[in-house]
């Protein structure tokens, strides 16, 4: 699975939209993008996944550029709840396997504050 | 609640003694993994199964490290004569069908070995 690139740490303002980004140059054409966010003393959460289209859910978006090349997610109106690590995961879906288990980095602490 | 189900929260340990934790996936659910997770590190993939079938061991991380499914349903996984750098999250996830569903995580069992 390709390799993904975060910034350690980001701040946002309460309200704000918080824009967080993630480089994954080598990934392949099979390759999605997911994202899960961390809770201080929970298990991950998942968030968004895509595969090269833009997608939108209730609790995020998620741009991903057209070479592929990276992406951001975008919580529209941060609040403090928000405040967690996000990890940005690339996956293959090989198409005689559905087992394969993501490989989570050290993500981006996003703190948001009032 | 319906989501993933780890138990106990929380074991104390003393270095040479040996530990079981369970997992109760989703129930729909037929793929189940589980993760280990250090202080300020992302989750650390350790073994995957699908259904009973026990499919990736290789990355549990020594023989003293064992994980079961026997009916397909819950799981356990066990680690004998505990050492102090065994103290961590151990994170259980499981999946449903579709080669890209999501991960969903319990909330883990934190291990302190003394």
């Known amino acids: 699975d390709a390799k993904t690139t975060q910034p350690p740490s980001m701040d946002c303002a309460e309200g704000r939209a918080a824009n967080l980004p993630c480089n994954h140059s080598?990934?392949?054409?099979?390759?999605?993008v997911y994202w899960y966010r961390q809770i201080h003393s929970q298990g991950p959460q998942y968030i968004i996944h895509?595969?090269?289209n833009n997608e939108t859910n209730e609790m995020a978006s998620l741009i991903i550029t057209e070479d592929r090349k990276s992406s951001t997610l975008i919580l529209p109106h941060a609040t403090l709840r928000d405040t967690a690590v996000y990890y940005c995961?690339?996956?293959?879906?090989?198409?005689?396997?559905?087992?394969?288990?993501?490989?989570f980095g050290k993500g981006t602490t996003l703190s948001v504050s009032s | 609640d319906t989501g993933v189900s780890q138990n106990p929260r929380h074991k104390i340990t003393k270095r040479g003694q040996n530990v079981t934790f369970r997992c109760d996936p989703i129930?729909?659910?037929?793929?189940l993994y589980w993760y280990r997770q250090t202080l300020g590190q992302g989750p650390e993939f350790l073994t995957y199964?699908?259904?009973?079938?026990?499919?990736?061991k290789s990355r549990l991380l020594s023989d003293r490290f064992s994980a079961e499914r026997p009916k397909g349903s819950f799981s356990t996984l066990e680690i004998q004569r505990t050492e102090q750098g065994d103290s961590a999250m151990y994170l259980c996830?499981?999946?449903?069908?579709?080669?890209?569903?999501?991960?969903?995580f319990g909330n883990g069992t934190r291990l302190t070995v003394t």
């Open positions: 895509g595969l090269k």
């Open positions: 129930s729909e659910h037929n793929r």
């Open positions: 080598t990934i392949s054409g099979n390759e999605y």
């Open positions: 996830a499981s999946r449903g069908q579709g080669d890209n569903s999501p991960l969903h």
């Open positions: 199964f699908q259904n009973e079938a026990q499919l990736e």
């Open positions: 995961i690339v996956r293959a879906i090989p198409a005689n396997q559905a087992g394969t288990a993501l490989i």
